[in-house]
């Protein structure tokens, strides 16, 4: 059973950036699309970047512009670099399959807060 660990987080100003990693505890299929996922206090879980086998990415137009997201195969792990963060980029942010039927456990998630 893969087990996912993102860490990364931290408390960062306005305009400020951050690095998150997700590392996989085993091997993560190669036909995976794996997804960075976001959830703010009172909010549901969001999709913020995904990065596909063939290494095609998707944003969506909060992030477009300031988050990039990479795989890392040989060492199992995904990044997040996160460039001029906004207050209203703060959440736990998990990493996880795109896909439902193929999605992992989700780990505990690595805090990101964003304020002066």
């Known amino acids: 059973q893969v087990q996912l660990v993102e860490s990364g987080g931290g408390l960062v100003q306005p305009g400020g950036s951050l690095r998150l990693s997700c590392t996989a505890s085993g091997s993560i299929p190669r036909i995976n699309t794996m997804g960075w996922y976001r959830q703010a206090p009172g909010k549901q879980r969001e999709l913020v970047a995904t990065?596909?086998?063939?290494?095609?990415?998707y944003y969506p137009d909060s992030v477009k512009g300031r988050f990039t997201i990479s795989r890392d195969n040989a060492k199992n792990t995904l990044y997040l670099q996160m460039n001029s963060l906004k207050p209203e980029d703060t959440a736990v942010y998990y990493c996880?399959?795109?896909?439902?039927?193929?999605?992992?456990?989700w780990g505990q998630g690595t805090q990101v807060t964003v304020s002066s």
């Open positions: 996880n399959a795109v896909n439902p039927a193929l999605r992992f456990d």
């Open positions: 990065f596909t086998i063939g290494g095609a990415t």
